[in-house]
């Protein structure tokens, strides 16, 4: 059929592949987040961002509610956050978040991929000098100012406010993630995006050739169902 037709249909595979990991991904955080604070997007909070979060990424609204209604059953498990941390090749440090009902398959999941890089898991709170979490808003830059806003939002935890990809991006504190929510929801300002990232704060320099091998394992990492999300201090 032709190399066009085989571009295509690699390409349409991958977007599958990266849809279903998607929403396989926002279907755990929402079963996460119902069983913590029940099912109405009303009260609680952390669903309601999850839900944003999924519909931005294109997760259909009855694959949404279904996740919902799943989690309100006694039938589905209980999903559970664990982290796990470690230092890939050529020491580059790692952390790797997941959403797990079997955290004894996940961990010698996550292990095997570690060895086989050459790399090894490290106990945990062993990158907190590493990493330092924030929270992370996307807004949509419409009839926004950078500078008004920041100055509306610094009472409620901005520590930085600037444009990316099209994008304003409101970064906080770990701690100030709830008020900064509050505050964009009382103003009415629609929230694209919004999750907890881990941002390094020192960096290891690697080759290309060296990056490249450390991309293989995060590349490894990021296609298991359990992972829901990768960061390494690579500069």
Do not use: C
């Not at 790692?94 to 106990?123: C, Q, Y």
């Not at 830059?141 to 009472?155: A, K, S």
Request: hydrophobic share 40%; proline share 3%; charged share 30%.
């Amino acid at each position: 059929m032709g190399r066009a037709f085989e571009a295509r249909r690699t390409r349409k595979e991958k977007r599958w592949d990266w849809m279903s990991k998607t929403f396989t991904k926002y279907g755990r955080e929402i079963a996460m987040a119902v069983k913590a604070g029940g099912p109405d997007p009303a009260i609680n909070t952390r669903l309601r961002l999850i839900i944003q979060n999924a519909k931005n990424a294109n997760m259909p609204k009855d694959r949404i509610e279904a996740a919902i209604k799943r989690a309100s059953s006694k039938e589905e498990g209980n999903f559970e956050e664990v982290v796990y941390e470690g230092y890939g090749p050529h020491g580059v440090a790692i952390v790797v978040e997941t959403a797990t009902d079997n955290p004894t398959r996940t961990v010698a999941m996550v292990r095997m991929h570690f060895n086989r890089a050459g790399g090894s898991l490290g106990k945990t709170g062993s990158l907190d000098f590493v990493f330092q979490r924030k929270g992370v808003f996307q807004l949509n830059p419409e009839g926004l100012n950078v500078e008004e806003l920041e100055l509306e939002l610094i009472d409620f935890g901005a520590e930085e406010i600037f444009e990316h990809e099209g994008k304003i991006v409101v970064q906080t504190s770990f701690t100030d993630f709830g008020a900064m929510q509050r505050a964009l929801e009382e103003r009415n300002i629609p929230i694209l995006k919004a999750e907890i990232q881990r941002i390094p704060v020192t960096f290891v320099q690697v080759t290309d050739q060296q990056a490249e091998e450390v991309l293989e394992l995060i590349d490894k990492l990021e296609q298991e169902d359990d992972v829901t999300a990768v960061y390494h201090n690579m500069k």
